[in-house]
C-alpha cells in the first residue's frame, strides 16, 4: 500500500506524541538517521490513516497525501464524476456552491454522497429485517474498517456488509446509471483512498484541504455564496436524510427515523472508540446492541482530518442543524397516522428498482503479527534497564505507549529501540547522540535542578513550622494555600520545561505537584474545615518533601557517576 501519513524528517523532534495518539499500535516506526537523530516514521501496511498523528504533531512533522493533483490532471483531459460529500457545507459553508460550480465548469459531472447515504439507510433496514439477532457495527468510517480488518478481525463478523454511503453512490451510478466515467470522491477524510483502492470502485481520493491548497497554489477564486440555503442541483438528484450522516450517530438517526425500536448506540472520537471497540470484541454477543455506530473522527466527518477547516463544532452543529430541517421539508411520505401509511417513498422507489445484492461489501482481515514469547520479552526488558518486575511496570508513556509491555512488543517487532526508553540511564535521547556537548548541558541542568529543589526544600520547611497556625482562619488558609499554590505552578513549569533531566524523578514530581495544585484549588474554593484544610496541606508537603529527597538523591548518583 502506498503511503498516506508522511513525515517530514527536517521537522520530527522524536517527541513520541504521534505514537502517544495513534489507535494502532504497529504504526509507527522509529528510525535512525544517518547522523544519529532519530525519528518517528510510518509503516503504511499498518497504518489506519485515521489522521490523528497529524492532530497530536505540534511540529508540523507529519501530513498526508491525497489524489488532488492526479484527478485535476484527469479533469483537464476527460469528464470526471465528482462524488461529494455532504460534510462540504459544513466546512466551508460560505464557499461550497462556488467549488461545486468551478467543478462543473471544468466539465465534472457532480453527484451527491447524500443520495448514497439514503441507499445505505436503505439497504441496512432491509439487511436488519432480513438477519433478525445479527448484531452490527456501522462502516461508513473508513478508519474504523481499516482497524477492524488490521487489528480485530474476529470483528468482521458484526462489521456492517452494506457499502458505505460512498461506496453506494458509485455502485448506484455504475450499476444504475450506467455510466462508466472515471470517479473522483471529494471528501474529508484520508482513510477514504483505502477503501477506494480495497474495493476498485473509484479512482480518486480528494480532500478538502488538498483541493483548497490547490485553488491558492493556482490562483482560483472561489466566490462566496448565502449560507442560508443548502439546495443544490446536482446532475442526479440531492440525497435527503443522508446528509446527516457526516455528524455523530447519523447513520442511527436515519435508521430511527425509519423504525425507532431498533436498538442503536453510537461512539465516536479515537481516544475512545478503539478502546470499545477492543472491549466489545471480548463480550458476549447477546450484550452488543443491533446497531452501533461509529466513527473515528470525534465530531464525525465534519471535522475530519482532511478538512483543513477552522470550523468549531458548533459552527458545523449549526450547520447540520440546517441541514437536517431543509432534508425533512424535501422529504415526502404517503401520509397518514401509522408506520405503515408514512412510509418513505424515496424508500418505496428504492424497494421497487434496488437489488440489495449489489450493494454488499467483502472485507480483507489482515495478517495478525504473533506476540513474540515471554523469553524474548525477558531479554528486550533487561536491554531497556528494566531489570524488577516494578521496573517494568512504570508505564510512564514517555515512549508513547500505554505499557511498558506494548513498548517492549514494538522493540520485538522492530518499530522501536531498547534504549528508547527513557528509564534506561545508559540510554541515548532520541532526538539527539550522547555528545559532550550535551553531557554539559545535562549536567548544567542537574545542577540547576538540585538548587531548585534545595531552594524548594527551604520553602517547605518554613511552611511546616508554621502548619499549625495556617488553619487558624478561613482566610488564612486561602492566603496560605495561594502562595503555596504559586509555589508549585513554578515547579511545574520548570520541570515541563526541561525535557532532558532526569526523566523518572521529574515525571513523578511533575505528577504529584499537579495534583497537589489541584487539591489547592479546591481548598481555595472550599476552606470552611480548617482542620481539614491544614491537614491537607500538611500531608501535601510531605508528600513534596519526599519525592524532593528522591529527586535529590537520583540526580546527584547520576552525577557522581557520571564523575567516575
Sequence with gaps: MNELIIVKPEKCVGCNACIRNCPAPDANKVIALDNGKRIVTVEPSRCIACGECIRACTHDARDYVDDTEEAMATIAKEKVIIMVSPAIKAVMPTRWKGVLDWFRSQGCILFDISFGADICTWAHLHALEQNPGNKLITQPCSAIVNYIEMYQPKLLT????????????????????????????????????????????????????????????????????????????????????GGIYTRPAGLRDNLWLHNPDINAVNSEGAQRIYTILENYAKMPENKHPEVFDVMSCEFGCNAGPGTGSEQTMFDVTYVMQDVEREAKKRRKTTGGMFRSANEDKLFKRFDEELNLADFIRTYKPGVQPPIPPESELNEIFEKMGKHTEADRKIDCKACG???????????????????????????????????????EKFAEVRSECLSLTERLRSSMDAISENMDTIGTTADATGERANVVTDLLKNVVAFCNGRSTMDADSVQQLVGILETTIDAF?????????????AALVRESVQDITKLIDSMNETLQSTDDAQEN
Aim: charged letters at 25%; proline letters at 4%.
Design 158 to 241: 458484526n462489521l456492517s456488509r452494506i457499502h458505505s454511503p460512498v461506496c453506494c453512490g458509485v455502485t448506484y451510478i455504475k450499476n444504475y446509471l450506467r455510466r462508466t466515467n472515471k470517479i473522483a470522491v471529494l471528501s474529508p477524510c484520508i482513510a477514504k483512498k483505502m477503501e477506494l483502492e480495497e474495493t476498485g470502485l473509484a479512482e480518486f481520493n480528494m480532500t478538502f484541504k488538498k483541493v483548497m491548497e490547490y485553488f491558492d497554489k493556482n490562483g482560483i477564486r472561489i466566490p462566496v455564496n448565502p449560507v442560508d440555503n443548502y439546495e443544490y442541483k446536482f446532475d442526479e438528484e440531492q440525497g435527503l436524510m
Design 401 to 439: 505507549y500505554q505499557t511498558c509491555r506494548e513498548m517492549a512488543i514494538a522493540v520485538s517487532r522492530g518499530l522501536n529501540f531498547a534504549d528508547g526508553c527513557i528509564m534506561n540511564k545508559g540510554a541515548a535521547p532520541a532526538a539527539a547522540g550522547a555528545s559532550a556537548e550535551n553531557d
Design 521 to 533: 484549588s479546591v481548598l481555595n474554593d472550599n476552606v470552611t474545615e480548617t482542620n481539614e484544610s
